[in-house]
């Protein structure tokens, strides 16, 4: 193929295709798939090594959203108050398949996946489950409900 551009000649093309691929390369060096690389929020200032947070501070839930012969699922984390004034903390994720865990109500923690069922203590009531939700340790700071 021929030009008519006397300025256009196979070593022109051959710089100008490598600068374009050079501008690309720099270009995708600032992004992650597709995403921009914007600055990440800092992480809260930690206090003394061994010192805990002020109370409520690092709270996942407080007393009064959990109610006795119940619980609720906070993230990652299911919180249950079996008896007054006792708390557990369950992981939320049903030991099954996976899946995490949709509700807690009539007494136990419901996988809405398969059906599986666990008491307030993360014991498997119903299955297909056979082991029970990992327990998580969990604090009562006042009338906050924190990760121990």
């Given at each position: 193929m021929?030009?008519?551009?006397?300025?256009?000649?196979?070593?022109?093309?051959?710089?100008?295709?490598?600068?374009?691929?050079?501008?690309a390369?720099?270009?995708?060096?600032?992004t992650t798939?597709?995403?921009?690389?914007?600055p990440q929020?800092?992480?809260?200032?930690?206090?003394p090594?061994?010192?805990?947070?002020?109370a409520?501070?690092?709270a996942?839930?407080?007393?009064?959203?959990?109610?006795?012969?119940?619980?609720?699922?906070?993230?990652?984390?299911?919180?249950?108050q079996p008896?007054?004034?006792?708390?557990?903390?369950?992981?939320s994720?049903?030991t099954?398949?996976?899946?995490?865990?949709?509700?807690?109500?009539?007494?136990?923690?419901?996988?809405?996946?398969?059906?599986?069922?666990?008491?307030?203590?993360?014991s498997?009531?119903?299955?297909?489950a056979?082991?029970?939700?990992?327990?998580?340790?969990?604090?009562?700071?006042?009338?906050s409900?924190?990760?121990?």
């Open positions: 021929t030009s008519n551009d006397p300025h256009l000649n196979r070593r022109t093309v051959v710089i100008a295709g490598a600068s374009a691929a050079a501008a390369a720099a270009l995708t060096a600032c798939y597709g995403k921009a690389n914007t929020a800092p992480a809260p200032a930690a206090g090594p061994g010192q805990k947070a002020p409520g501070q690092n996942i839930a407080t007393t009064s959203e959990v109610p006795v012969g119940g619980g609720v699922i906070k993230g990652d984390v299911v919180v249950t008896s007054a004034g006792s708390f557990v903390g369950l992981d994720t049903c099954h398949a996976g899946c995490k865990v949709a509700s807690v109500s009539g007494g136990t923690i419901n996988c809405a996946c398969h059906g599986s069922k666990f008491g307030l203590d993360g498997v009531v119903n299955g297909p056979t082991r029970p939700l990992a327990p998580k340790s969990v604090d009562v700071e006042g009338d409900i924190v990760l121990g």
